[in-house]
């Protein structure tokens, strides 16, 4: 069954450095998304990417975040200058499309992101 | 007001019996309800989606709309240890993409 993959699965990183958290969505899905959850809180929407543009995005992915898509098969997202409150659970999910039928999202298994 | 409620438990069970998951959502102009379980350190995984009012079975899970209240719930039946984890509710607004999720209702089924 195909699945959402997401590398690497843990990363550490210094406050202050920028990090990339790659995604490979399913094959036939044109809507790619952003999530993150912080340790003991909701799961958090931060955007949805379709036809290489933004498409939707909340009040958290501010200029410090980025997304991409830069092939055919990944899809990304840039965090430029860690800060510690960004530690917590990144998960890339995909779906179909946006109608009511196809629009189920699928979850990755997540990076965690610990910044130091 | 937030946007999507849930009771955070938890919620205890014996095996066998009935689990019932409660969730109200404050758009009302929202479209589409999901139930996703989440175990402990792992990624949502859907369980089912509802869009019209009314119930909708699959195999043990039945999921129930009601946009009147605003309300959907979700019954798990022949509730099995297996079935511990975290319960999230998650609407799509209307027009939008995002999913928007409850802090979600821990279950705990004991055998």
């Known amino acids: 069954e195909p699945e959402v993959t997401q590398t690497p699965s843990h990363q550490v990183t210094q406050m202050g450095q920028e990090v990339i958290l790659r995604c490979v969505p399913i094959s036939n899905h044109l809507y790619f998304y952003w999530y993150r959850q912080i340790l003991g809180q909701k799961v958090e929407f931060l955007v949805s990417?379709?036809?290489?543009?933004?498409?939707?995005k909340s009040e958290i992915f501010d200029d410090q975040f980025s997304v991409e898509r830069p092939d055919g098969s990944n899809f990304t997202l840039k965090i430029r200058s860690t800060k510690l409150e960004d530690s917590a659970m990144y998960f890339c999910?995909?779906?179909?499309?946006?109608?009511?039928?196809?629009?189920?999202?699928?979850f990755g298994p997540g990076t965690r992101l610990l910044v130091l | 007001q937030k946007e999507v409620e849930q009771n955070s438990g938890p919620l205890s069970v014996p095996e066998g019996a009935i689990a019932s998951l409660n969730c109200t959502y404050s758009?009302?102009?929202?479209?589409?309800f999901f139930w996703y379980r989440q175990y402990s350190g792992k990624s949502p995984e859907l369980i089912m989606f509802?869009?019209?009012?009314g119930d909708k079975e699959d195999g043990r899970f039945t999921a129930q709309l009601n946009k009147a209240s605003q309300y959907v719930s979700l019954l798990i039946r022949d509730s099995q240890p297996s079935d511990s984890a975290t319960y999230l509710c998650a609407v799509i607004r209307q027009a939008g993409t995002a999913l928007i999720f409850g802090k979600g209702t821990t279950l705990s089924v004991s055998s």
């Open positions: 990417f379709y036809n290489n543009e933004i498409s939707e």
């Open positions: 758009d009302r102009g929202s479209q589409s």
């Open positions: 509802i869009y019209s009012n």
């Open positions: 999910a995909s779906s179909e499309g946006r109608t009511r039928t196809s629009g189920t999202q699928y």
